[in-house]
């Protein structure tokens, strides 16, 4: 048996950069930790539910009140964490820029994991602006030994000097793996609460101190970070001297070792000394960031340089050693022995057996569509459904779906649900459903429960009974919430059972008033079969329609030949028969395999 | 060994691309080497493309192979070799196998799968196209692709030892499906 990791203290571990992060917190002391998932963060979470039993670590409705439930720990003295997605950030932006005027009695990291490329978001931003905005301190590791070694430094610097710290990192730090040396844990008490309300009571009087004492901090970090070990001078060939931080320090070092390199670690407050030092010893400045051209723009607004960085490397997507190397030698490139080839796209689907597949063929054969939401459900955009149109931001489904109401009144809306998960329903989609409420709406709002969080793997919500440690938990009554909210119409459907989606769609279609269908059916994640059933098809009665391959189902392709669909056994999934039900002439039925 | 090791393992969601890289990352470190491997998480885990690109050396920067690179791609599925051949360095090895799964664009018409073996024929894309669902099939298992593929590609990653590879497919595989998967290795290996 593999030892559990908060037993190992010493030697080599092969770490990606979130597990690294935990580590870091864990060997630092931290008390807790409370955060709401999200790609590429979660399993910064994950690993500390599974490793290190001895933070105290809990999933958060939102970002939001993640971050308020570790402030108030933080006031009580514990060593505190949250983590987050980027667009986390957002939704946790009110309390985290007046924390940054409280400050931190117990230390507080907050990590902020962007993801440039947008290999699992909606949008590309660089949260060093943000973090800037609200005068925190940034600290951008490159590895996955600096994202355990900033992260607990993090610490030190937070109770030092009174601040909430901002790990940045991007999805390349969280999802790539490399050596960390483990170290024990430390123990450091609680400090305990005790009352202070001018420095955590920001009425006008008070925050109008609190801001002083930010300023000042931040003019002490400075010089502290002057001598730093965060920050390093790398000389090499003077003539080129090239300023970068984050995972963009790897890519430099690859394509261009011979270079003076400026790593920066702490990129707010920037150390100008050392910076003003490095320009001087070399002849030209370039700057290398995954990102916004954050640190070009603020050093240049500080020194005179020629230096650039977004000019030569696009701000757009995702750095990798390929765009590094042309931009900063001049569009050189490896040369390629195979040229690129077009082939199929291979988007993501829908898995097997997933519950959402039922409501987005109802829908798509009712010619209707949704207002879309952040999770799984995303993917009802594809073909063969084509049965989302909307997308902004977590629990925007809703608010959407009421506004294009309110502007072209319901009669001329199209046929419109908003399609949204049970946890971001949780997350932010209540407020929009008693706005609909309050002012007057008449749509339908289709809240698809699968009983996990599962875009991000599968965590624990509020609405699956248990919690991060998959320990039992309070059950959230979505029916009874619907109800509170002041909806009349809630009804519960299966989304397997097809005639029954149906009636559904069309009945509250039809009524002209607030209406809330709960389509239950748990992820495939939740559900260990027992018995292994698969679809079998039986060519004889097959009459060639392809309604079956029309589910957009991975499990089910077509045998252009012979005109007859195939069915994959090991992807096709036990507890489902969404295609035994479209098919017309009884071609598909499912027989019992085997027992597990 | 003075030059980096590029090594890209590809295909699609669910094929145990990352279990094989993370084999493959535990020989090489139990070698002796400094190790990097990125992964793929979040939505392109739902059947996309998947991959997992491993660099292992002295001292290793990037996580990330550079095009025309790469010393070994691995392809769990066929046509998934050919989106990452731009990666192969001039003495690479593409070494890919008989799985082949069609993507949603494929299945709804919107697509066709390609011809694979002819259009490495046209290229001139030297490829050792491995007879894995046969061996698979003998083996009562067909989550072992992966491993039997990873023991193909050891013969040309000769800076890591026989018993090192076993003892990372000991480390990372479960109890259960050790037996099996140390056999799929030494078929894989034997090819």
């Known amino acids: 048996m593999r030892k559990k990791l908060n037993e190992v203290d010493s030697g080599k571990l092969f770490l990606s950069g979130n597990e690294a992060i935990a580590r870091g917190a864990w060997e630092k ?54 983590t987050m997605k980027h667009v986390g950030l957002n939704v946790a932006a009110d309390p985290f820029f007046t924390l940054s005027y409280i400050g931190a009695t117990g230390g507080i990291v907050i990590v902020s994991a962007d993801d440039p490329g947008m290999h699992s978001s909606q949008n590309e931003q660089d949260n060093r602006l943000l973090g800037r905005a609200a005068k925190v301190v940034i600290l951008e590791p490159s590895d996955s030994q600096e994202a355990k070694d900033f992260t607990a430094l993090g610490y030190d610097i937070s109770e030092e000097f009174d601040t909430p710290v901002l790990l940045r990192i ?35 009087a008070n925050a109008r101190k609190m801001h002083s004492r930010v300023e000042a901090r931040l003019k002490a970090i400075e010089e502290w970070g002057y001598s730093s070990p965060l920050n390093r001078i790398e000389m090499g060939d003077k003539s080129i001297g090239i300023i970068t931080s984050g995972i963009s320090y790897q890519y430099v070092k690859e394509v261009y070792p011979e270079a003076s390199v400026l790593k920066l670690g702490l990129t707010n407050p920037l150390p100008w000394k050392l910076i003003g030092e490095f320009i001087d010893q070399v002849d030209s400045v370039m700057f290398v960031e995954e990102g916004e051209p954050y640190l070009e723009e603020r050093i240049r607004s500080r020194f005179l340089v020629d230096g650039t960085g977004s000019e030569l490397i696009s701000v757009e997507g995702e750095l990798n050693p390929e765009l590094v190397r042309a931009g900063i030698k001049n569009g050189e490139e490896l040369p390629l022995t195979f040229t690129g080839v077009e082939l199929p796209g291979r988007p993501p689907a829908l898995c097997p057996g997933c519950p959402h597949r039922g409501a987005f063929h109802i829908l798509s054969k009712m010619k209707a569509s949704s207002t879309g939401d952040i999770g799984c459900y995303t993917l009802g955009l594809m073909p063969p459904y084509n049965a989302l149109e909307t997308v902004v931001c977590m629990g925007a489904s809703i608010g959407v779906l009421s506004g294009i109401e309110k502007a072209v009144g319901r009669s001329d809306m199209p046929k419109l649900v908003s399609a949204i998960g049970e946890s971001t329903f949780v997350h932010s989609g209540i407020t929009g459903l008693i706005d609909m409420v309050y002012n007057g709406s008449t749509g339908t709002v289709m809240i698809m ?148 | 060994m003075r030059r980096t090791k590029n090594i890209i393992i590809c295909g699609t969601g669910g094929q145990g691309i990352l279990m094989a890289s993370e084999v493959l990352c535990s020989a090489a470190w139990r070698s002796g ?7 793929v998480h979040g939505m392109a885990q739902r059947g996309g493309s998947v991959s997992s690109h491993v660099r292992f050396g002295e001292k290793v920067n990037s996580v990330l192979v550079e095009k025309g690179a790469a010393d070994v791609i691995l392809a769990l599925e066929k046509m998934e070799s050919l989106r990452w051949v731009s990666y192969l360095a001039p003495h690479g090895k593409l070494i890919t196998c008989d799985v082949k799964i069609e993507p949603m664009t494929v299945n709804t018409g919107s697509a066709v799968y390609p011809d694979v073996e002819k259009i490495m024929d046209e290229m001139n894309i030297p490829n050792l196209m491995l007879p894995v669902r046969e061996i698979a099939k003998e083996l009562g298992n067909n989550r072992v692709v992966n491993i039997i593929l990873l023991g193909a590609a050891s013969k040309h990653l000769p800076e890591i030892s026989e018993e090192n590879w076993f003892q990372a497919v000991e480390e990372r595989v479960p109890p259960k499906a050790l037996e099996v998967n140390l056999e799929a290795f030494r078929r894989g290996r034997a090819l």
């Open chain 1, 29 to 82: 002391g931290v008390h807790f930790a409370s955060s709401y998932p999200g790609t590429p963060s979660t399993e910064i979470m994950e690993t500390i539910g599974e490793e290190y039993p001895e933070i105290d670590a809990q999933w958060a409705p939102n970002e939001k009140v993640g971050v308020e439930v570790i402030a108030g720990a933080s006031f009580a003295g514990a060593r505190v964490l949250s």
């Open chain 1, 170 to 204: 991007t999805t390349r730090i969280c999802h790539s793996k490399s050596l960390v040396e483990a170290g024990p844990r430390m123990e450091v008490p609680v400090k305990g609460y005790t009352k202070d309300i001018a420095k955590r009571v920001p009425i006008p």
């Open chain 2, 33 to 39: 080497f400094d190790v990097k491997k990125s992964e």
């Open chain 1, 449 to 596: 429960d699968n009983s996990l969080t599962a875009m991000t793997g599968g965590q624990e919500n509020p609405t699956t009974g248990k919690n991060l440690r998959g320990e039992p938990a309070p059950v959230l009554d979505l029916e009874k919430m619907v109800l509170a909210c002041g909806v009349k119409y809630v009804r519960v459907v299966d989304p397997h059972d097809l005639p029954e989606m149906r009636r559904a769609f069309e009945e509250e279609f039809a009524r002209e008033e607030l209406s809330v269908i709960i389509t239950r059916r748990p992820c495939i994640m939740q559900y260990k079969p027992k018995r292994i059933t698969v679809a079998v098809h039986h060519p004889d009665k097959c009459v060639h329609c392809k309604l079956c391959v029309k589910l957009g189902c991975p499990a089910i392709s077509w045998d252009a030949e012979k005109r007859i669909p195939v069915i994959n056994e090991t992807l096709c999934w036990p507890n489902c028969n969404l295609c035994v039900q479209v098919c017309p002439k009884d071609a598909l039925s499912k027989d019992l395999e085997g027992v597990v």
